[in-house]
T-cell receptor, first 116, second 113 residues
């Protein structure tokens, strides 16, 4: 199994551009989520999904859109990139569906995004 | 209120045992305590999880006292490769009942030769 795969690994955008960060998992996990991590800080939850067709907002959803058309894929869209969105983005998945008290997340290797 | 509180940073030397304590005074009855490890330029990695008493695996031990208001991650005989950020998580949920897995700033462990 490849686990959680994120593409691209690095991306540079100009302010106002749009792009999609890709995330795919091959573990048949129902729960998937996106985090951002700013330098020296912890991870903040952007959006999450508990199954195909079901998404919801996390702590910092503004400026980002998500959709979940398949169990495997959970893309994150930046509609109009801003310098404040410069960050490292991590995708994560979990087998326990988002309600288990013993949730365990599996993370991808991250996408480093710079917005100029 | 923050769900967990842990030291911002710790220093150790190779071969020593490192104990990182996390305070979670408002832990709910059903909550588990989960620790993740994050190396530079990588995503966090699950290392250990427990509910009460002691849990041990090939990477670490987790000690949880009876009142469960704190937990201690113990790394035996650390090496340079244990230099990482360690996060302690306890349960929290959004209004719809789904888990809100919040990673704070974590504890930055530096292991020196």
């Amino acid at each position: 199994n490849a686990g959680v795969t994120q593409t691209p690994k690095f991306q540079v955008l100009k302010t106002g551009q749009s792009m999609t960060l890709q995330c795919a998992q091959d573990m048949n996990h129902e729960y998937m989520s996106w985090y951002r991590q700013d330098p020296g800080m912890g991870l903040r939850l952007i959006h999450y999904s508990v199954g195909a067709g079901i998404t919801d907002q996390g702590e910092v959803p503004n400026g980002y859109n998500v959709s979940r058309s398949t169990t495997e894929d959970f893309p994150l869209r930046l509609l109009s990139a801003a310098p404040s969105q410069t960050s490292v983005y991590f995708c994560a998945s979990s087998y326990s569906g988002g309600r288990a008290t013993n949730e365990k997340l599996f993370f991808g290797s991250g996408t480093q995004l710079s917005v100029l | 209120l923050a769900k967990t509180t842990q030291p911002i940073s710790m220093d150790s030397y190779e071969g020593q045992e490192v104990n990182i304590t996390c305070s979670h005074n408002n832990i709910a009855t059903n909550d588990y305590i989960t620790w993740y490890q994050q190396f530079p330029s990588q995503g966090p990695r699950f290392i250990i999880q427990g509910y009460k008493t002691k849990v041990t695996n090939e990477v670490a031990s987790l000690f949880i006292p009876a009142d469960r208001k704190s937990s201690t991650l113990s790394l035996p005989r650390v090496s340079l490769s244990d230099t990482a950020v360690y996060y302690c998580l306890v349960g929290d949920t959004f209004s719809g009942g789904y888990n809100k897995l919040i990673f704070g700033a974590g504890t930055r462990l530096a292991v020196h030769p």
